[in-house]
């Protein structure tokens, strides 16, 4: 079983790596005016989101579930684990909405300036404090 929680681990920090970068180029993009950056940014956008961060969430999850599993439905009794499932369950809302926003540079939709990009880039930040604090601190009490 660590093997299958170190690698749970592992794709967590894939998945929050392009959670974190994906906004970032999304303020840049924002920012481009010219065609050869505004697709340039569309080719590094689509890459991060479909070759790194739907996979890595794809098995982060997939691997939750194997703990989950192998660890007993007791867990869903714990109010930590309902916890941290309901803020999964947002961070799977938000990595969707990052995808509604890729598909709307795709199409040269934009409707936000790069302002509101940085506000967006800072969400993930809360979903990891929160995921972390209640699988380390709030699981051993």
Do not use: C
């Not at 714990?78 to 941290?84: C, E």
């Not at 506000?119 to 979903?127: A, T």
């Amino acid at each position: 079983m660590l093997w299958i929680k170190a690698f749970h681990l592992i794709f967590m920090v894939t998945w929050f790596s392009g959670l974190f970068y994906l906004p970032r180029l999304y303020v840049y993009h924002a920012e481009t005016t010219d065609a050869i950056g505004n697709a340039r940014f569309k080719i590094m956008e689509r890459k991060l989101f479909y070759g790194i961060m739907t996979p890595g969430a794809i098995l982060t999850i997939l691997l939750g579930f194997w703990l989950f599993n192998a660890n007993g439905m007791a867990y869903l009794q714990m109010p930590w684990m309902q916890l941290k499932l309901g803020l999964v369950f947002l961070l799977i809302i938000y990595h969707i909405y990052l995808g509604k926003l890729l598909y709307d540079f795709k199409q040269d939709r934009n409707q936000h300036g790069h302002v509101f990009y940085r506000w967006l880039n800072e969400v993930p930040v809360i979903f990891l404090v929160g995921i972390i604090l209640l699988a380390i601190v709030a699981s051993q009490k």
